[in-house]
């Protein structure tokens, strides 16, 4: 099985982290990865994107012009990344950010409220593993103890006694993701 996942939004979103998080799980579970992060020169409010290939067998390329699931988190992002879901894929979006919701036809579209989850958990840095939690619901690629494993690789030391909040999160996410219509 090879999934090919583009995660995209404003930076300070943590798509990036939700990326490298995603690549160590899928190591950690003995596949082959690749992770390769897009940003603009302000990482924070500017554009932000990574490509995530978890695959069961070698990659062959990380440079992807389309794609299997697609998690946008604004406008911008789902207007450059939903015409290259490839037919038959998945699209999963937070609506907080995104003021014309994708509309193909020929994909599975999912709606995670996210932000709204992460603002009643008192935790708006939540928002990143409740998306991650939902597209594991949805596509469980990994496994949550192995994104948990990734957690610790990927959080400094000091960070990681936010590890029970993030594995809260997660299960948010799961919780909170509906297929839509």
């Not at 990865?33 to 062959?60: C, F, H, K, L």
């Not at 939690?133 to 000091?158: E, S, Y």
Request: proline share 6%.
């Amino acid at each position: 099985m090879k999934s090919e996942i583009i995660i995209a939004g404003f930076g300070g979103q943590g798509v990036l982290s939700m990326g490298k998080i995603l690549a160590y799980a899928g190591l950690f579970e003995g596949k082959e990865v690749t992770w390769m992060p897009a940003y603009g020169p302000e990482q924070r409010g500017g554009t932000a994107n990574v490509t995530v290939i978890v695959s069961d067998e070698a990659i062959s390329s990380p440079i992807l012009s389309s794609y299997d699931i697609a998690v946008v988190l604004n406008q911008p992002s789902l207007d450059k990344f939903e015409e290259k879901i490839k037919p038959g894929g998945i699209i999963i979006y937070d609506p907080y950010g995104i003021s014309t919701p994708p509309s193909r036809s020929d994909i599975s579209i999912y709606r995670i409220d996210a932000m709204d989850a992460a603002a009643e958990m008192s935790n708006v840095k939540s928002f990143n593993m409740i998306v991650l939690g939902g597209l594991l619901k949805v596509c469980p690629i990994v496994g949550i103890d192995n994104v948990l494993k990734a957690l610790r690789k990927t959080l400094p030391q000091r960070h990681h006694n936010l590890i029970p909040q993030n594995e809260q999160a997660l299960q948010r996410g799961h919780e909170v993701i509906s297929k839509e219509a």
